[in-house]
């Protein structure tokens, strides 16, 4: 039997990067859009450039594709500087945002662009071609026009265009953008058979933190031009390295304190005449620093009476009560004004809601429940 | 009822601006000649009642249209008229082409501007653009000086009265009817198709021929028709710049109605060319179509 592997190439120092940033900046005119990115991404990755818009990350993969040239800094693909490299020359290929579909080209003719500039024997651009057409199940669709599909059809057809020179790494700029939730949500696991399958290597582009945290290997987070975090979707949602990076990942509570030294551990003084806040963490602040403690919603507990054996316990009042069908979130005000949300899952059909708007309750949560910030 | 009223309005319109006097030419094709005044026979006169209709009708003859057959100035001049207007939609074209992508390719804050620049002789009249280009084109004109002046040439050219002079003349009246609708579709193109083009393996000419070229299309089939169609039809043109050789079809019809008082011949000869231009007419309509339905 052989052991599981887990595929985390960015743990071992002896592999090799497809990608690599080497302190690479972009300028235009005094606006800095990438500032000093430093950046290894490697083969087969799924690999996510998650940020608000105007963040930068557009700049990253254009400059990857060609479409823009570094002000400083080398970009490497597989150990080679790609700076002299035109576009049409690369081994990459862009699903752009609005699919710049050809509008006077077929479905098959759209597909077979690409290949038809390497100059492919006939009868292979057409295996090719079908064959890519049936990646994307658009097989019945090769001789409509673009403007005679749907939207996800177009989708579609603009991933088997990308896809069909084999390129070595694939560039997707906000494939899912234009597509409905439900939609974009089934697509999102197409996307990510379909990099299995073929093997290539994707960077995407999204402000979406959902979809980059379901489909990518890895994500990095974006913000004016500099990478906050870049790591594994489950360590930027559980560890995340910044209070930027916690607030821009799901739902947070951010208390803010002064920070009182232990062993492996710290307390945190929040608000006045409140007990301390305790929190295991690996982060050693001087005593008095400021520190944030960031928690999930769901990872705080909500009662009527004060639990017993809980590391933190407040009490506050219920301001908000917020029914999404699966969860509920309770908005809570503490005693100092800040507000706390907790989350509880409706796992009963028909439960009574324990409390109601106004109601005293205490708020509960564990010392490893949350994480000690200082920045 | 008052939707009906509402597409009525177009409707009278072109009755009683196109169809009516249409009508009214088609009767006269059909007429004779005769010194009087109106120059032809016969007309109407209602007040004989129904035998006097019967009378007028019993006059009219296609002998006009077999006379324009037995002549072959007429098909002489029809042919060269469509010879020349086909040239200089083709050099409207290749003008036009560069300055509608070099507009369309411009900073957007400009484009407002060169807009302005191509409609700008529109502010003056045409027959004085024409006569300023007699100006520039004749022997001691300001073309010839200025190549005399650089010693490219040894004696001056002869351009203006030439065919050279009407395509010139052509050419630079019709360009922004060639130039506008170019520019309205490269405009509106999306830019990243051809970023798409050139990441898929096309160099930069290539893009231009793969994607540009096809997009623009519909643009370059309507220019050239909105070229085409009135520059057949061309008089002022031709009776200015060009010489006593230039035969378009415009100067005969003008020398048949007022030259020789012939109004049933002329009459015949704009029958026919009206008829000669419902082919692109239909053909561009058919063009527009397409594109409103490409569009949805």
């Not at chain 1, 913000?223 to 930027?236: C, E, S, Y």
């Not at chain 2, 009265?161 to 630079?172: D, E, K, P, R």
């Not at chain 2, 019809?253 to 030259?259: D, I, K, Q, V």
Request: proline letters at 6%; hydrophobic letters at 45%.
């Amino acid at each position: 039997m052989t052991e599981p592997t887990v595929f985390a190439p960015w743990d071992d120092p002896d592999a090799k990067p497809l990608i690599r940033f080497q302190g690479v900046s972009k300028r235009f005119g005094s606006f800095t859009a990438i500032d000093d990115i430093d950046l290894d991404i490697f083969e087969k990755e799924f690999f996510a450039l998650l940020g608000p818009s105007g963040c930068g990350k557009t700049t990253l993969m254009r400059m990857l594709a060609g479409f823009e040239a570094p002000s400083d800094g080398m970009i490497m693909l597989d150990g080679q500087d790609i700076a002299p490299v035109p576009p049409n020359k690369r081994a990459t290929n862009m699903m752009f945002q609005s699919y710049a579909l050809f509008p006077h080209l077929s479905v098959f003719d759209n597909i077979a662009f690409g290949l038809r500039r390497d100059r492919l024997p006939p009868e292979q651009i057409r295996a090719r071609t079908e064959e890519m057409a049936a990646l994307v199940q658009l097989g019945k669709f090769t001789s409509r026009k673009p403007h005679q599909i749907s939207g996800g059809q177009r989708q579609r057809v603009a991933l088997a265009r990308a896809l069909a020179k084999a390129p070595k790494l694939l560039l997707l700029d906000e494939p899912l953008g234009a597509l409905d939730k439900k939609l974009r949500q089934e697509t999102q696991f197409e996307l990510m058979d379909i990099q299995e399958k073929t093997g290539t290597t994707f960077v995407i582009v999204t402000h979406d933190q959902e979809e980059a945290m379901t489909v990518a290997s890895r994500v990095a987070v974006m913000d004016h031009g500099k990478l906050i975090q870049v790591a594994t979707p489950d360590a930027i949602y559980e560890t995340p390295n910044s209070t930027y990076v916690a607030d821009f990942i799901g739902d947070v509570n951010i208390i803010k304190g002064r920070a009182t030294p232990g062993d492996g551990r710290v307390s945190i003084a929040w608000a006045e005449g409140q007990p301390d806040l305790t929190s295991q963490t690996a982060l050693n602040p001087a005593a008095g620093t400021e520190v944030f403690l960031a928690i999930r919603p769901e990872k705080v507990a909500i009662s009527a009476d004060k639990p017993a054996g809980r590391a933190n316990t407040v009490q506050g009042k219920v301001l908000d009560i917020a029914y999404l069908g699966n969860i509920s979130t309770y908005h809570v005000e503490l005693a100092g004004g800040q507000i706390i949300k907790a989350q509880t899952a409706n796992t009963d059909r028909i439960t009574r809601r324990d409390f109601t708007w106004e109601d005293r309750v205490w708020l509960s949560w564990t010392d490893t429940a949350g994480v000690v910030l200082d920045r | 009822m008052r939707r009906y009223a509402l597409i009525a309005v177009p409707y009278l319109w072109l009755l009683a601006l196109f169809l009516i006097p249409f009508l009214i030419v088609v009767k006269i094709s059909l007429s004779d000649t005769e010194v009087s005044i109106p120059p032809y026979t016969p007309t109407l006169d209602l007040s004989g009642g129904w035998q006097s209709v019967k009378d007028f009708f019993a006059a009219l003859d296609f002998e006009n249209f077999v006379f324009l057959t037995t002549d072959d100035l007429y098909w002489k001049a029809y042919l060269s008229s469509l010879k020349i207007a086909a040239i200089s939609t083709v050099l409207t074209l290749i003008v036009g082409y560069p300055i509608a992508y070099g507009m369309a390719r411009a900073e957007e804050s400009w484009r407002p501007t060169l807009l302005m620049l191509v409609i700008l002789p529109f502010w003056t009249s045409f027959l004085i653009r024409v006569y300023a280009w007699m100006g520039i084109l004749s022997n001691e004109g300001y073309l010839n000086q200025l190549l005399l002046s650089l010693g490219l040439i040894g004696e001056p050219l002869t351009i203006l009265n030439t065919n050279t002079a009407v395509y010139i003349g052509i050419v630079y009246t019709y360009l922004p009817f060639m130039i506008l609708p170019i520019y309205a579709t490269l405009e509106r193109m999306d830019g990243s198709l051809l970023e798409a083009a050139e990441d898929l393996g096309c160099s930069r000419s290539g893009a231009f021929w793969l994607v540009t070229m096809p997009l623009s299309r519909p643009g370059i089939i309507a220019g050239c028709f909105l070229v085409f169609i009135p520059s057949l039809g061309e008089f002022v043109i031709p009776s200015l710049l060009g010489g006593s050789r230039t035969l378009m079809i415009g100067k005969v019809l003008w020398e048949e109605f007022f030259s020789n008082r012939d109004w049933p011949v002329a009459s015949a000869v704009a029958v026919i060319l009206l008829l000669i231009l419902i082919i692109p007419i239909i053909l561009f309509q058919r063009n527009e179509q397409k594109q409103r339905e490409m569009d949805q």
